[in-house]
């Protein structure tokens, strides 16, 4: 999040024999008159994390139905092209630049690591190519490394995305475990990944700050699937509560280590390990009471996910829409709303994709998550976030609302 693959989505629309280019490289339908609009979409499809990549695929493919079956863009016709990241900065890398090179890509979907995007962000942006990822949570992509010090500064400006960030998500997280769990000493371990240690930093931060105590750091290789040692010393430190900075291929099994080794503890994570996945690898006994944090409301409960949640079952995708679908879903519809907003400044016709970067900074719309828009950043404007606590076998929400709130 192992073989490179590359696939058209199901049901995407191609080009006729008799399709020709423009000048701008999007392609025309010969019969139709419309001309091919391609949407990029990087996420892992393969590997430990491809629960999350499949839900984010699918939930795009379907806001690309949505738009056709609509005629939403006078003339357009859009189509998906999906890559599969592997969740490896270099994959990443050489997906971005296949999506550059193909003139009809007006903007891409993705990825769903904060590393990867880090690999990806300078190549989009020199090709002035709009990325909006609906997963990125770490806050130096969008607001630069010195972000924490107050120094916030956008590095690229075709970079968008839909989901809230760390600086938020950690501290969140933190309210809620010292001042609702009343949990007061924490093991901190991570990952040692971009997203991994800023969201455990972030933490970290908040947690000192309303009092409680840090009785450990850790870091862990993810791979190695062998925790012992650390688990051991988690027993060992009388911590009440364990946060993980990392994702839930390494979470689960960490988790249930731990409790293995007589550990009365919580353990609590971010978003990437909120899925149906942690619960499974952690055991439903030893993952029971543990907690999550993840973007947005529950989307069950949004009146505005209502289409959204029949379409995608009567599209009957073999994988769940997972913990970004909706977010994918509404990272995909602002690319539709920027290329329609640009090409009807265009006096109708498809533009040049800087022209789609500067419509998307103003796109404002209702979403599948609610109202979507963008802060001077790039950064999502909504910052609602929820906590989610495994209960019966199943994350189940307990609190949503916003850091401080």
């Known amino acids: 999040m192992l073989i490179l693959t590359t696939a058209v989505t199901a049901g995407a629309l191609t080009l006729t024999a008799c399709g ?29 994390l491809s629960a999350l990549g499949l839900g984010i695929k699918n939930s795009a493919d379907l806001a690309v139905k949505t738009a056709n079956k609509k005629a939403y863009v006078k003339g357009v016709t859009f189509k998906l092209e999906s890559l599969d990241d592997q969740a490896q900065p270099s994959s990443g890398q050489q997906n971005a630049t296949k999506f550059v090179a193909d003139k009809s890509v007006l903007g891409v979907v993705g990825p769903l690591n904060s590393g990867v995007a880090e690999s990806m962000q300078k190549v989009f942006d020199d090709a002035k190519l709009v990325q909006v990822s609906p997963a990125n949570t770490n806050p130096s992509l969008s607001q630069g490394i010195n972000w924490s010090s107050g120094e916030k500064k956008r590095g690229y400006k075709s970079y968008f995305r839909t989901a809230t960030t760390d600086a938020i998500q950690g501290p969140f997280a933190a309210q809620y475990v010292f001042n609702e769990a009343k949990k007061t000493k924490a093991f901190i371990i991570d990952d040692k990944k971009t997203y991994g240690a800023g969201l455990a930093g972030t933490f970290k931060g908040e947690f000192e700050k309303l009092g409680g105590k840090v009785v450990g750091t850790q870091h862990i290789n993810p791979d190695t699937k062998d925790f012992s040692a650390v688990a051991t010393q988690v027993k060992s430190s009388g911590a009440d509560v364990v ?3 990392g994702e839930y291929p ?156």
């Open 250 to 405: 390494a979470g689960g099994p960490l988790a249930k280590q731990i409790k293995a080794a007589g550990a009365k503890v919580t353990v609590v994570g971010g978003d990437a390990i909120f899925s149906p996945e942690y619960v499974k690898l952690a055991s439903p006994a030893a993952a029971d009471g543990d907690i999550a944090t993840s973007v947005g409301a529950p989307i069950e409960t949004l009146p505005s996910a209502k289409d959204f949640l029949a379409n995608y079952k009567a599209e009957n995708y073999k994988e769940a829409y997972e913990a970004y679908g909706g977010y994918a879903y509404d990272s995909t519809w602002a690319i539709i709303e920027a290329v329609k907003k640009a090409t009807e400044g265009n006096g109708g016709k498809v533009p040049e994709r800087a022209k789609v970067v500067e419509a998307m900074q103003g796109v404002s719309f209702e979403g599948v998550t609610g109202s979507v828009a963008f802060d001077e950043f790039g950064d999502t404007t909504n910052k609602q976030l929820t906590v989610y606590k495994v209960e019966g076998g199943a994350f189940k929400p307990v609190k949503s609302g916003t850091f401080g709130g």
């Open 20 to 48: 020709s280019r423009d000048d701008k490289g999007a392609a025309k339908d010969g019969d139709s008159g419309n001309v091919t609009v391609t949407i990029g979409l990087d996420a892992p499809l393969t590997g430990e």
């Open 243 to 245: 946060y993980y900075g």
